[in-house]
């Protein structure tokens, strides 16, 4: 038997369970397992500006492709306590990342030694496993076991506490005949699915409501066949977003009360049965729920048990995956349509396309200062179908959500559940290493950026290029706007007049300046007529240079984007003029009808 230490060993699992990338920011008590890194050799290490942007990086890395898993390294605390953050984000959209961590020695950990916490109880609520090894000769198994757990069922981050003592103990480990654990994902029998589509050919208006689940079980290709095979109209959820093409016949664009189009909320509100799989029901895709659910029946397909019937109690409930279920939706479907027994759809989702030709909003705008409808416009212009979008939360994203367009799966990459600001900069990197070839283009307002733009030091140095769109208001746009319910406007604005830079006016940071002396690449814009040029150059500046590329534009202070201010995806407020003639709305999907 081979000899080894613990630390080791763990690094050979993570080969053989097929990680080349980590992400981390080492220290004294995960010294001895960054050693077996190096000596093991095999595996890339990115090195961090903040361990909690390492842990958005390994987030990232993971959801560009299927079966990535990103692996974030730091010590116990602070670190992994740094870590928490990514490690909600990640569970909160079902992400397999796996945090590792090194621990005080096992001896001390109970007397406060430097540094020594216990990371594994503060972890346990936002993982599917979180634990410190105590006994070296359990790594192994313990590893085992977090790959097993991260990919089975519902997917998520697991925490693995190595405290320096274990990671150094010598232990009996063979590499070469080591295996990775089946993998364990619930599948639905041939009757559910035989049910489910009973139900879907009782309805005349029925719509698919494609999740997260979908894109997690690589299954986008199955969801479009089934969708073409019945005719029926598909809603991608914002975590689902890309699953058609956003120009598909089919697809009748997003659903709720913020990331939605007019289209897509007026589709919905006419349909009589929903079929959503692999999507969780979040609270701002449904609003409030006896507006959703009125008139129309529900089947839910999602690979966790407990997720059905969490939000609302379907009319049917299948747990399974999501690949599994639309294999045998596909099978089914095909021997229907053989049989002529599957209903025409023609009519109900040329109504769907009609609303979205007719039901848009305006974006082109010439004010000076922009109007960030005009930004997202022009992005649409520059960015082809192959571009990889990265976006957490805030008006940005609101409003790219609503006006930017989608063609593949894993290509808008947002931070849907935990929506923790700073996670931009860090997730936008770990797309860029896991797909080095890839146009990755980031979204964020001002404080987005602000929070993690340390992490631009990261691209700089590792040379991993990518463009990144900041919106700037100087204002906390999104709480801004929530405040007026409250008729107040208070601790939300970001302005003052910068010393070093006084040709900002009140936009306060020098976004150009930071970015430039972290060793990027930087353009400012004020006027919108130059935002397509701009963006071109920004292209030209991350190829050549292969560093970040901040293209900074100058908005107005306010803008109110579309939003339900009732929780009602039936009351969606228009705040801004809406689309009335073609010019207003130039990157539309369809060509506005008037």
């Not at 928490?84 to 909160?92: E, K, Q, R």
């Not at 977090?146 to 103990?169: E, K, N, Y």
């Not at 959503?276 to 008139?295: E, F, M, P, Q, S």
């Not at 839910?300 to 939000?311: N, S, Y």
Request: charged fraction near 20%; aromatic fraction near 6%.
């Amino acid at each position: 038997m081979a000899r080894m230490t613990a630390a080791r060993a763990a690094v050979e699992i993570l080969k053989r369970e097929g990680v080349t990338d980590a992400f981390g920011v080492p220290g004294a008590a995960i010294n001895p397992f960054y050693a077996a890194l190096k000596a093991s050799g095999g595996i890339a290490h990115t090195l961090a500006r903040h361990v909690e942007g390492a842990s958005h990086m390994a987030e990232g890395y993971t959801r560009t492709r299927p079966g990535n898993i990103g692996v974030c390294i730091g010590t116990s605390g602070p670190a992994g306590t740094d870590m928490i953050t990514g490690l909600y984000s990640a569970t909160g959209d079902s992400i397999p990342i796996l945090c590792v961590t090194g621990q005080a020695p096992t001896a001390v950990i109970h007397k406060e030694d430097f540094q020594a916490v216990d990371i594994a109880s503060i972890a346990k609520p936002v993982t599917k496993m979180a634990v410190t090894v105590l006994e070296a000769a359990q790594v192994p198994g313990v590893f085992q076991q977090a790959f097993h757990l991260m990919r089975s069922s519902r997917p998520g981050p697991v925490l693995i506490d190595l405290p320096i003592d274990v990671q150094l103990t010598e232990i009996e480990f063979d590499p070469e005949t080591y295996e990775p654990l089946p993998v364990y994902k619930p599948a639905a029998t041939r009757a559910q699915i035989e049910k489910a589509i009973t139900l879907l050919n009782e309805s005349e208006r029925p719509l698919i409501v494609a999740g997260g689940g979908v894109i997690n079980a690589d299954a986008a290709e199955l969801l479009v066949e089934f969708a073409e095979l019945t005719g029926t109209p598909v809603v991608p959820t914002l975590m689902g977003w890309g699953v058609l093409p956003d120009d598909h016949e089919l697809n009748a664009g997003m659903v709720g009360l913020q990331t939605s189009h007019r289209y897509g909320n007026a589709t919905f509100l006419e349909s009589d049965f929903v079929l959503g799989i692999g999507n969780r029901w979040a609270n701002r895709h449904t609003g409030k729920l006896d507006v959703y659910t009125a008139g129309r029946k529900f089947v839910h397909v999602d690979i966790e048990p407990t997720q059905i019937g969490k939000i609302f109690a379907p009319d049917y409930g299948i747990a399974s995956d999501a690949k599994a279920a639309l294999e045998l939706f596909v099978e089914v479907a095909q021997e229907l349509k053989a049989a002529g027994k599957l209903p025409d759809r023609t009519e109900w989702a040329a109504a769907a396309q009609e609303k979205k030709a007719t039901l848009q909003r305006r974006t082109h705008f010439d004010d000076i200062p922009i109007k960030p409808q005009r930004v997202y416009e022009e992005m649409n212009k520059a960015f082809g179908p192959e571009t990889r979008y990265v976006s957490t939360i805030g008006l940005s994203q609101i409003a790219g959500a609503q006006m930017l367009h989608v063609y593949r799966p894993r290509h808008w990459i947002n931070c849907g559940q935990a929506g923790p600001l700073g996670w931009t900069i860090p997730a936008a990197l770990g797309v860029a290493k896991a797909d080095p070839e890839a146009s990755v283009v980031a979204l964020s307002g001002d404080y987005d950026f602000q929070f993690m733009l340390e992490e631009l030091a990261v691209g700089a140095q590792h040379r991993i290029p990518y463009v990144h769109v900041l919106v700037n208001n100087s204002y906390l746009g999104l709480i801004r706007q929530a405040q007026r319910a409250f008729e107040i406007d208070f601790q939300v604005n970001l302005e003052f007049e910068n010393l070093n830079s006084p040709e900002l006016g009140v936009y306060g940071v020098d976004h150009v300046k930071v970015a430039e002396g972290l060793g990027c690449k930087a353009i400012r814009v004020t006027d919108p007529a130059e935002l397509g040029d701009a963006f071109e150059q920004a292209k030209k500046l991350a190829a050549e240079h292969r560093v970040p590329v901040v293209v900074e534009a100058i908005l107005e202070r306010v803008t109110n984007i579309s939003m339900s201010t009732t929780n009602d995806i039936g009351n969606v407020v228009e705040f801004e003029e809406i689309a009335t003639e073609p010019g207003h709305a130039p990157t539309s999907i369809k060509t506005l009808k008037v």
